[in-house]
């Protein structure tokens, strides 16, 4: 099968929401593409809650409680927001998930097939996330473009109504500390409204190009593997569930093989919206805190663009969104990612309903299955000259 083709068959359902039972027939269907190319496959099992609303639903509403009640009682209210801000960047930054674990779950999983290599020196993991979301006015195409302004807005009004609950925990008063602290409590009423207005009316979208087209530029890559594997690398092929409920897929496929996958040793490429306008290879990323990606793949998708096959693909710093490399950048791993933004550094059709087969540029993934399958060819490369210079060096 091409991209084209992968591209229908996972958009054959009219969504892939996380936990429904239309991610798990699109799990199978993943399955069995990748028996088919010859790669040692298995489903990957593991429970989740159902969305990142009610992740933020809390966090925000525990802004709203501690803020409303710290104005008489500061020390409540301090203690309520400074928990809430430690679990609000332990989400944005993948490094801890605190209530995950109090929330109802629902089965998911992820899909891995392994292209065995007994004599690699690295693993190279192709990650691509094949469920989708629902979508939300907060990702209206008109709000897209101020989404990232809106999340620095948010960080600005937490810390401010911490600070004014500090100051009131010194007795501090007047008339611009109140008007401070009720400015703070209406701004972080809007998310809550928006949040659960999404669980309400939002509808799951079908997906097409977040993140179909990045599952079908990842089996590409992965069936030109199984036909030619590389000599120095192992390849392993992951589609993640839940990615769409803030990383949980991408989170248990680590946790289930943290002793197999050497930080030192495994490197992450990542497929995500492949489906218009021109591809990027991101350099970090990061909403909260932003990761470097590997100087090595960096280096040498630097030099690929050069190439005339690759002209316009260009270097990206994402700050606007969380991807699946996060959780393995934010543990040490090398990572880089492969996305497609418009002329304003956007995703077009993010989580919203117009995310159809019909608008996908099938173009943009063929050229980042392409690109993909340079920069695995030139790491094996470099894997292969590294591995001739300590061969060299022992034997001086």
């Known amino acids: 099968m091409n991209v084209s083709e992968y591209l229908e068959q996972l958009t054959r359902w009219p969504h892939r929401g996380s936990t429904t039972e239309y991610e798990r027939q699109a799990a199978e269907y993943l399955h069995k593409c990748m028996e088919e190319m ?48 430690a679990l609000f960047y332990g989400e944005c930054t993948s490094l801890w998930k605190g209530l995950a674990g109090i929330l109802p779950k629902r089965p998911s ?43 620095l807005l948010s960080i600005f009004i937490m810390a401010l109504l911490i600070e004014v609950l500090v100051i009131r925990f010194f007795e501090g008063e007047g008339t611009l500390l109140y008007v401070l602290w009720l400015i703070s409590l209406v701004y972080l009423l809007s998310p809550v409204i928006l949040l659960l207005h999404r669980e309400m009316f939002g509808q799951y979208v079908q997906g097409a190009a977040d993140n179909a087209s990045g599952v079908a530029s990842m089996l590409a890559v992965a069936k030109k593997l199984s036909e030619k594997s590389p000599a120095h690398l192992e390849v392993w092929c992951l589609a993640t569930g839940c990615e769409e409920v803030n990383l949980v897929g991408m989170a248990a496929f680590l946790r289930a093989h943290q002793y197999e996958l050497n930080p030192e040793t495994t490197y992450f490429l990542n497929f995500d919206n492949l489906g218009s306008g021109s591809l990027r290879y991101i350099t970090a990323e990061g909403v909260l805190r932003v990761f470097p990606s590997a100087c090595e793949l960096v280096a040498i998708a630097d030099r690929l663009s050069q190439r005339e096959q690759f002209s316009g693909v260009r270097p990206y710093v994402y700050k606007r969104a969380t991807l699946d490399a996060l959780v393995a950048s934010s543990r040490g791993y090398k990572t880089m990612s492969l996305m497609a933004l418009n002329e304003n550094d956007e995703i077009v059709h993010w989580h919203w309903p117009s995310d159809i087969l019909e608008n996908v540029d099938v173009s943009v993934a063929e050229k980042a299955a392409a690109f993909a399958h340079a920069v695995l060819a030139e790491l094996d490369i470099h894997v292969e000259a590294n591995q001739r210079g300590e061969g060299d060096g022992r034997s001086t």
């Open 38 to 85: 010859g790669l040692e496959t298995r489903l990957e099992h593991f429970v989740s809650h159902t969305s990142f609303s009610w992740i933020y639903l809390i966090i925000y509403g525990g802004f709203l409680l501690g803020g409303a009640f710290g104005w008489n009682h500061p020390f409540f209210g301090l203690l309520v927001c400074c928990l809430m801000f």
């Open 109 to 151: 999983q992820n899909v891995l097939g392994v292209l065995p290599n007994e004599k690699a020196r690295k693993k190279v993991v192709l990650v691509a996330h094949y469920d989708t979301s629902k979508s939300g006015l907060n990702f209206h195409p008109s709000a897209v473009g101020s989404f990232r302004r809106s999340f």
